[in-house]
């Protein structure tokens, strides 16, 4: 193993959300930052668009193979680029609940409380969706948290087929809102893009790489502006971080093993950031072993890689009675059952149920690919591009609750990744009012879930919105991270991605990767004066 002759301030490891966002802000200090990312630029490229490419040969999902509890192999659903998992994002950026930082009661258990609170959040969610430049209306959505400033960009404009029904689901007396987008589409008066918009109103979106560059993915938002506007900042492409090296002590990260063109050699910072996705991180910590950390980098709760959530989500085909048209689909979202019936009138039960929303719509190859011998009974005589001109797609996401047995980790080598359901009953209830809005908004009411959205082949490979594997916390017995994420007992290692999540809401959880990144880059700019 070689060293580095280089030494930086910083060394970030992982370009997603949580480490471009932060790369972008250290850099501003002139410090000297590193940013490492495992992979490369995804390339641009007519696949980019191609829905047999994206979504049934998994073109851009790593090809490495995991084994489940079960024993069976799969692919995880991650895409290594700079920019992570956001490269194929949908695009939503929520807000959680001002609940969802509290303790929640759901029939399988408790989704716990936050140790730090919404209030402390704003201020860095609002920054965070004015980087990302998120495009949202306030007041649409009565769920959403308290905040003094408006969106600083107009929501993305209904197509007529999506408006008719945003206006159906208010004659039901539901709150249909536009959601708030990463979609960098500029429009013209009529909704069309302008001739200089990034993003164009096209199919091509929810889980595609954009082509044109036009979604607020970290590469495009925070890694390339922040390269082109700060020369202390360097970022290394093609980089593996092995494991974390420590002192005798165990207490201070001094290097990290990275695998660099096939060799190994060894970097120095004072500070190190990791943000390699909840997944990823986790593994790394685990591969970081030490006399003082024989289980695992900053394992002493034995909580390392345990508490994994990923949503309860859903893809949802259904047809509409009538043809649409719509092309940039991803616009609508409904929260009316996001609480239990106390604060969420339109859900007759006590427990929350979770979030709807439009997805990117369907097209004849998806839907072919998919199968769909118990859909084609109530369609036998239809095409698969009939029923995609006629397709209504929704997304719906129910939480997920922290188990301790749901967890990554290394058994002879080789990732396991244990995963048991949890919080079923809320999202199968989900799905039953879903059917009950299409039977009164002119849409078929059979719906059919979409197994290949984003490569989710087995259920358990379906990695998006992955979270909570070295969760914070107050008490060091129980939580792998201090409140301001800097792993307990190591004075210089902070994690910036969802691992630290103790809970995840029923929202995507982007923008709270986003702003919290934002929040730790503040505690660390006070310790780099």
């Given at each position: 193993?070689?060293?580095?002759?280089?030494?930086?301030d910083?060394?970030?490891?992982?370009?997603?959300?949580?480490?471009?966002?932060?790369?972008?802000?250290?850099?501003?200090?002139?410090?000297?930052?590193?940013?490492?990312?495992?992979?490369?630029?995804?390339?641009?490229?007519?696949?980019?668009?191609?829905?047999?490419?994206?979504?049934?040969?998994?073109?851009?999902?790593?090809?490495?193979?995991?084994?489940?509890?079960?024993?069976?192999?799969?692919?995880?659903?991650?895409?290594?680029?700079?920019?992570?998992?956001?490269?194929?994002?949908?695009?939503?950026?929520?807000?959680?609940?001002?609940?969802?930082?509290?303790?929640?009661?759901?029939?399988?258990?408790?989704?716990?409380?936050?140790?730090?609170?919404?209030?402390?959040?704003?201020p860095?969610?609002?920054?965070a969706e004015?980087?990302?430049?998120?495009?949202?209306?306030?007041?649409?959505?009565?769920?959403?948290?308290?905040?003094?400033?408006?969106?600083?960009?107009?929501?993305?404009?209904?197509?007529?087929?999506?408006?008719q029904?945003?206006?159906?689901?208010?004659?039901?007396?539901?709150?249909?809102?536009?959601?708030?987008?990463?979609?960098?589409?500029?429009?013209?008066?009529?909704?069309?893009?302008?001739?200089?918009?990034?993003?164009?109103?096209?199919?091509?979106?929810?889980?595609?790489?954009?082509?044109?560059?036009?979604?607020?993915?970290?590469?495009?938002?925070?890694?390339?502006p922040?390269?082109?506007?700060?020369?202390?900042?360097?970022?290394?492409?093609?980089?593996y971080?092995?494991?974390?090296?420590?002192?005798?002590?165990?207490?201070?990260?001094?290097?990290?093993?990275?695998?660099?063109?096939?060799?190994?050699?060894?970097?120095?910072?004072?500070?190190?950031?990791?943000?390699?996705?909840?997944?990823?991180?986790?593994?790394?910590?685990?591969?970081?072993?030490?006399?003082?950390?024989?289980?695992?980098?900053?394992?002493a709760?034995?909580?390392?890689?345990?508490?994994?959530?990923?949503?309860?989500?859903?893809?949802?085909?259904?047809?509409?009675?009538?043809?649409?048209?719509?092309?940039?689909?991803?616009?609508?979202g409904?929260?009316?059952?996001?609480?239990?019936?106390?604060?969420?009138?339109?859900?007759?039960?006590?427990?929350?149920?979770?979030?709807?929303?439009?997805?990117?719509?369907?097209?004849?190859?998806?839907?072919?690919?998919?199968?769909?011998?118990?859909?084609?009974?109530?369609?036998?005589?239809?095409?698969?591009?009939?029923?995609?001109k006629?397709?209504?797609?929704?997304?719906?996401?129910?939480?997920?609750?922290?188990?301790?047995?749901?967890?990554?980790?290394?058994?002879?080598?080789?990732?396991h990744?244990?995963m048991?359901?949890?919080?079923?009953?809320?999202?199968?209830?989900?799905?039953?009012k879903?059917?009950?809005?299409?039977?009164?908004?002119?849409?078929?009411?059979h719906?059919?879930?979409?197994?290949?959205?984003?490569?989710?082949?087995?259920?358990?490979?379906?990695?998006?919105?992955?979270?909570?594997?070295?969760?914070?916390?107050?008490?060091?017995?129980?939580?792998?991270?201090?409140?301001?994420?800097?792993?307990?007992?190591?004075?210089?290692?902070?994690?910036?991605?969802?691992?630290?999540?103790?809970?995840?809401?029923?929202?995507?959880?982007?923008?709270?990767?986003?702003?919290?990144?934002?929040?730790?880059?503040?505690?660390?700019?006070?310790?780099?004066v």
């Amino acid at each position: 193993m070689t060293a580095s002759n280089d030494r930086y301030d910083v060394i970030i490891i992982g370009s997603g959300p949580g480490g471009g966002t932060m790369a972008w802000r250290l850099a501003q200090t002139g410090k000297r930052i590193l940013l490492i990312e495992r992979g490369g630029y995804l390339k641009r490229e007519r696949e980019n668009w191609d829905s047999d490419a994206v979504f049934r040969q998994g073109r851009y999902q790593t090809e490495e193979t995991w084994t489940s509890a079960s024993g069976e192999e799969f692919r995880p659903g991650l895409h290594y680029f700079v920019g992570g998992n956001s490269k194929v994002y949908g695009g939503v950026l929520f807000r959680l609940r001002l609940e969802d930082f509290e303790t929640i009661r759901h029939p399988d258990g408790v989704s716990p409380e936050w140790p730090v609170k919404y209030d402390e959040f704003e201020p860095y969610y609002q920054a965070a969706e004015e980087l990302f430049q998120v495009r949202g209306r306030r007041g649409e959505d009565p769920t959403e948290p308290p905040s003094p400033k408006p969106y600083a960009f107009a929501p993305i404009s209904h197509e007529p087929r999506i408006q008719q029904l945003s206006d159906d689901l208010e004659r039901e007396g539901l709150h249909p809102f536009h959601l708030p987008m990463g979609a960098l589409l500029v429009e013209d008066q009529t909704g069309q893009a302008t001739p200089h918009s990034p993003l164009l109103r096209c199919d091509p979106f929810d889980g595609f790489p954009s082509l044109t560059n036009g979604k607020a993915d970290a590469q495009i938002i925070t890694v390339d502006p922040a390269l082109a506007s700060n020369p202390n900042l360097t970022l290394l492409t093609g980089a593996y971080a092995e494991r974390l090296l420590t002192n005798q002590d165990g207490t201070v990260v001094t290097g990290i093993e990275v695998t660099l063109d096939g060799h190994t050699c060894r970097m120095t910072s004072d500070l190190v950031v990791v943000a390699c996705g909840a997944l990823s991180s986790a593994l790394l910590m685990l591969r970081s072993t030490s006399d003082n950390h024989p289980e695992g980098l900053g394992n002493a709760s034995g909580q390392l890689g345990r508490n994994y959530m990923r949503h309860n989500n859903a893809t949802i085909l259904a047809i509409s009675k009538t043809p649409n048209p719509t092309q940039f689909q991803k616009t609508l979202g409904l929260n009316d059952f996001y609480h239990g019936h106390d604060k969420s009138p339109a859900n007759d039960w006590e427990f929350p149920l979770g979030h709807i929303q439009m997805v990117g719509k369907s097209d004849g190859i998806q839907i072919e690919a998919e199968g769909l011998p118990g859909f084609m009974q109530w369609f036998p005589t239809m095409p698969f591009d009939w029923l995609a001109k006629h397709s209504v797609d929704f997304w719906l996401t129910s939480e997920d609750l922290p188990m301790s047995q749901n967890r990554i980790y290394y058994r002879d080598g080789r990732v396991h990744l244990d995963m048991t359901p949890t919080n079923m009953e809320a999202h199968q209830r989900l799905k039953d009012k879903l059917r009950a809005i299409c039977s009164a908004t002119d849409i078929h009411p059979h719906l059919f879930e979409r197994k290949l959205y984003l490569g989710k082949d087995v259920p358990v490979g379906g990695t998006a919105h992955q979270a909570g594997t070295l969760r914070f916390g107050e008490n060091p017995t129980d939580s792998v991270l201090d409140r301001d994420c800097k792993v307990h007992g190591i004075d210089n290692l902070y994690v910036t991605d969802a691992s630290f999540f103790p809970s995840i809401g029923a929202v995507n959880p982007t923008l709270t990767i986003i702003a919290n990144a934002l929040r730790v880059a503040d505690r660390i700019v006070d310790r780099l004066v």
